[in-house]
């Protein structure tokens, strides 16, 4: 599958988004943290399936319209999460995505196909986001404590939700600030899968809270 069919690939499956059972197993081949992965999935997804499932249904109840990313690195998360959001909420509107590195060689196809796609080759200490408000920030970037610290200053007077990939990591220091961080908020999520052996950990947290929906949200579906 191509980064750009993801899209179409939700809507023809729009009953099943909100069900972390069936997004967990679309999921798992594209993941490469999963040894038993399909060989020669090009969406490079460095997630652990579960997690990442229970986070995009989480996200998806939150009506987000504008996504950010630090930390685009191959890509896979990227592509899946926008994808994503566009399939559920009609009115989501762009995605900006962050990486000192070049953009992955499919970038450029995606951004053609989704012309509010953009790519900025820049590391987040040259990030400079003005007026610019995001509905979401996801930070994937130095798995320090340090620079966690200092992307998510940058970015958290910008959006409305933050979310911080691998919380739990072995060997990285993400989860002292993760601590630092969700104890000055009240709102906070975790997704943390442990069925595999290791786990990456997705954390979340809402600095302003969202309005009130008019209509009630589908039920959850799935064993987290």
Sequence with gaps: ??????????????????DVDWLTAFLEPHCH?????????????????????EFLVFIGQQSIGSYLEIGV??????????????A?????QSSVGYDKSSAPYDFVEYMWRFPKVTYRPEGSDKMKLGRER???????????????????EKVKKHCRWVAFHDIVLPGATVDRAWRKIKARHDRQWEFIDRTLGQ????????????????????ALRGKS
């Excluded at 690195?73 to 566009?86: A, P, Q, W």
């Excluded at 559920?88 to 989501?92: C, K």
């Design 1 to 18: 599958m191509k980064c750009y069919e993801l899209l179409a690939h939700f809507q023809k499956n729009q009953r099943h988004l909100r």
């Design 33 to 53: 943290f999963i040894l038993q992965g399909r060989p020669g999935s090009n969406l490079r997804l460095l997630q652990n399936p579960r997690e990442f499932a």
């Design 73 to 86: 690195s191959t890509g896979g998360s990227f592509f899946m999460t926008d994808s994503y959001l566009r």
């Design 88 to 92: 559920v909420n009609p009115d989501f």
């Design 134 to 152: 995001y509905d979401l920030a996801f930070i994937d970037a130095c798995h320090a404590e340090k620079w966690v610290l200092h992307d998510f």
């Design 199 to 218: 786990t990456l950990g997705i954390g979340v947290i809402e600095l302003k809270k969202s309005a009130p929906r008019k209509r009630p949200l589908p």
